[in-house]
């Protein structure tokens, strides 16, 4: 059974920084496209960022130069850097892995921004 447990988030003021993690268990981690997904209220779940199997990354325009994603295969875990943070980044943001034939999903975390 493959689980993603995501921890991290909060509250932080405009221009501060936050991390989350998410650790993955029940498949082989490793070979993997891991993203990360936002859900602000009222609005469709969008991209945030994506990390390949090869360490190859993808980012949503508006997060490019602030957020950073990366990975430890040996942790099972992919993590969101998040700095210069905005609150228009004010939403829930959800850890994805996705197996290619299969997308799971963790749980989500709030992450607030105030001005």
């Known amino acids: 059974q493959v689980q993603l447990v995501v921890s991290g988030g909060g509250l932080v003021q405009a221009g501060g920084s936050l991390r989350l993690s998410c650790v993955v268990s029940?498949?082989?981690?490793?070979?993997?496209?891991m993203g990360w997904y936002r859900q602000a209220t009222g609005k469709q779940r969008e991209m945030v960022a994506e990390?390949?199997?090869?360490?190859?990354?993808n980012y949503a325009d508006s997060v490019k130069g602030r957020f950073t994603i990366s990975r430890d295969n040996n942790k099972n875990t992919v993590y969101l850097q998040m700095n210069s943070l905005k609150p228009e980044d004010t939403a829930v943001y959800y850890c994805?892995?996705?197996?290619?034939?299969?997308?799971?999903w963790g749980q989500g975390t709030q992450v607030t921004v105030s001005s």
């Open positions: 029940g498949t082989n981690f490793r070979i993997n496209v």
């Open positions: 990390v390949d199997s090869d360490g190859s990354t």
């Open positions: 994805n892995l996705d197996s290619g034939s299969y997308r799971y």
